[in-house]
């Protein structure tokens, strides 16, 4: 009974919807998440009967075959780029992206790792490090002296001193941009890292070659949309019963199969 | 066995035929851009020869696709795009040209419009789609029109079987068109959404539900033609 497995590769598939959905639901409110979505593809069709083949009996050619399927898998669970809204945090090393475009960190083994969480802080050094305390590329230290710091919507990064009026530039943060954002590979704690289908970063100033610009103050907001998951939740919940059923019923036709003497 | 039991037999292995159609179908209900898919069953005569009459056998060798619009589901992704009309996506695989209704795109590393397991998608011309790197804001147009900040770079082609009953099916939501396939302008693309499946559950389970009773009865069938046959030889014995 081909059915049977046919419509337990169809509650599998559906399973992992469920698991891409609550993954997405429990990272609701992680800073610049982006929801995965599972995409499924049909699996390989048998040609019980070939389209223009000959009939043996009588030598036409038959117009249409017969094709059975196999079934479904997962083909891809892939992110989806949408923006997640901006809410003001007044921080000022909290720097949303609006736009494309990621944050580059050098990772404890030296690899270049890439985060929408703006979420910034400062080592007791000055350093600006994101909340993982790796380093942010370019690497700018911020005096102990400086009263305050502002960064604008180019990046650029300025620190005012005592009683200074003039602020001083302290460097440039930069933005990396990819081909295929959706080809990086997530290594978990909002970053990820390249890979060869994403394509090697394009790095530039935020706000050039069809990059982002910073918004200091505000964080980028998780853009789960949890009416849109819950709603998917309950059409693969649906979509497993109604795969349970034809188990039930290819086993019926199997137990009357079985019955036969 | 007798002339009968073969008769049931090729009903019954039709049956178990389109059982599987009908659990592919179930399977696939949440595939992007799947074809529901039906099977119809055919008289099939067989000549006996001598002074017999022919025989009428059952014989499922038609399959049929269902063409019909899938439901639309916005997902807001730039390159997840979805056919309102009869138009087909193609694809160029190591096979040949594909065609498909699966709009989600994504652009490779090289810069290359793919599909989800990597096959290049081909413009009006036959060409593979480019999306330039830093391109800005890609906008697509309901006629496939690709532009970047307004600048149009390119266009997706959405092509019509010439021969719609000639699909043959591939894994990854494709079809063969050996009958060929013609540029299609009145189909509409719609940009950040994906067609979902056609399956129409409420429809299969009606169906399963037939083709569960309707093997039940054949095996029944089978069951008292058994007995009739025993019968006949026990009187026979006697």
Known sequence: MRALQIAATGMSAQQTRVEVISNNLANMNSTGYNPRRAEFADLHYQQTARPGTINASDGTVLP????????????????????????????????AIEGSGYFEVTLPDGRAAYTRDGALKRTGDGLIVNSEGFPVIPEITIPADARSISVNAEGEVYAYFGDRVAAERLGQLNLSGFTNPKGLEAIGSNM?????????????????DGLGTLQQGFLEDSSVDPVKEVTDLIEAQRGYELNSKVITAADQMLAATVQVR | ???????????????????????????????????????????????????????????????????????????????????????????????????TRNGNFTPNAQGDLVTSDGYPVLDAGGAPVFIPQ??????????GTLSADGQPVGQIGVVRPLDATNLIRENGVRFRADGGFEPDGESRLVQGFLEGSNVDPVLQIARMIEVQRAYELGQNFLDREDERVREAIRTLGK
């Open chain 1, 64 to 95: 249409t075959g017969v094709q059975l399927g196999l079934g479904v898998q997962a083909a891809s669970v892939s992110m989806v780029l949408a923006q997640g809204a901006l809410s003001a945090t007044g921080g000022d090393l909290d720097l």
């Open chain 1, 192 to 208: 990820f890292v390249e890979t060869e289908a994403s394509g090697p970063p394009l790095v530039a100033v935020p706000g050039e």
């Open chain 2, 1 to 99: 066995m007798t002339n009968t039991t073969y008769t049931t037999l090729t009903r019954q292995s039709g049956l178990l035929d389109e059982m599987r159609v009908v659990a592919n179908n179930i399977a696939n209900s949440s595939t992007t851009g799947f074809r529901s898919e039906g099977v119809t069953f055919s008289e099939w005569v067989s000549r006996l020869g001598g002074n017999h009459e022919s025989l009428s056998m059952a014989r499922a060798n038609t399959r049929v696709n269902d063409l019909s619009q899938g439901g639309l589901s916005r997902t807001g992704g730039t390159f997840d795009l979805a056919i309102e009309g009869e138009g087909f996506f193609l694809v160029l695989t190591p096979n040949g040209e594909r065609l």
């Open chain 2, 134 to 143: 830093g391109a800005g804001t890609i906008a697509i147009s309901s006629d």
